[in-house]
């Protein structure tokens, strides 16, 4: 279970490789994002777990994955995903103003070579 930018690490600890250059094109193009807004993406990159990806190692006993408000997942395309062959349920607010899923949620779900479950909550 991961949320908001532990998503990434959870979907790292299945085998994904995000590709933390993509996190720094997507807040270029999405500078308004509030994780692009606070700093977060430089802080993740310079100093945060997704820093030194080397060290993850894929945990073999993962049967599948829950990702709530999923953040960060502009690090997450197809090559990043594609060894994630275990069910992924998201959960995505449609009127979350600060992981919008259309930029978030619904990249992962479309990257996933995989079943994923999405779930978008809050409708109006």
Known sequence: MGS?????????AAGAIPDLDLAVQHCKSHPAEF?????????????GPLANLSRFNRE????????????????????????????V????GSMDERVPHATNGALVASALPGKSD???SWKP
């Open 89 to 92: 349920q998201i959960w995505s």
């Open 60 to 87: 073999k006993k993962i049967n599948a994955i829950s990702i709530a408000a999923p953040a960060f997942e502009s690090a997450c395309d197809n090559e990043a995903l594609a060894v994630v062959d275990e069910p």
């Open 118 to 120: 999405v779930n978008q």
């Open 4 to 12: 908001h930018a532990d998503t990434a690490l959870a979907l790292a």
């Open 35 to 47: 994780l692009c807004v606070i700093g977060l993406v430089e802080e993740i990159i310079s100093n």
